[in-house]
């Protein structure tokens, strides 16, 4: 008969229950009247009864209990602040995140339609134009946080989350995966591209080489962001 694992919880959950535990039982003790936290009053001090009894200052045992209250309070609130992050991240994406896949899908088919006019550069004036690989690191959104494409993948992981046909699951997983490697494989190529005339024997038909080489990732990436798009399509007419 076979046995199953020992799951240990995370290391920093249970020092985590540990010291809410540890703040919470001390502050029960004080409230119980527990007198080993209690400093004896400095009975040299003078006061008189008037003072005694005007003076709004709470008593040493309530100050102790405050601040192991407020003690276990602030631990809790660490402790579920970092557990609630993950939790909020089980859910579909929202309308707007799925319009950017849609979005960033159409801009990458522009980018295609129109390669060499969007990565071609020329000076003001009618001046010298050359091939920049800049414009296809943007499209990718690996340029600007407010790109649709901009850490997209992020999105990816809440498609899960919906109600997707299970036939098209492994098509998307496969897809997301292909989208990530000739993502990045398209952004190192467009970024070699772009020193590739200041290389060392590198000049223009460098730059080309390289933009070319950047273009075929693109393409591939293209057709990666399609089978996600019909999948997250499929699962939003359902």
Known sequence: ?????????????I??????????TASSLLNNGISAFT???????????????????PTPT???RDLFIRTGATVATTFLTNILPANAANSPPTPEELN?????????????DNWDAETTVCKDNGGECKRDADA????LGLRSTTDPLFQIDKVFAKVRFMDVDPDKLEDFFQAT??????????NSMAFISQ????????????????????KTQVILAEKALKTILDTVNSASSS
């Open 1 to 13: 008969i076979g046995t199953y694992p020992t799951l240990h919880p995370p290391i920093t959950m």
């Open 15 to 24: 020092k985590s229950v540990n010291i809410i535990f540890s703040a919470i």
């Open 39 to 57: 400093c004896p009053p400095q009975l040299t001090t003078k006061i008189s009864h008037t003072e005694l009894y005007s003076q709004p200052n």
């Open 62 to 64: 309530n100050s102790r």
């Open 100 to 112: 950017r896949i849609k979005v960033g899908y159409e801009n990458i088919q522009y980018l295609l």
């Open 136 to 139: 296809v690191r943007r499209y």
């Open 177 to 186: 995966e292909d989208w990530d490697s000739t993502m990045s494989m398209s």
């Open 195 to 214: 020193f590739g005339e200041y290389n060392p024997g590198g000049g223009k038909d460098e730059v080309l080489k390289y933009l070319n080489e950047s």
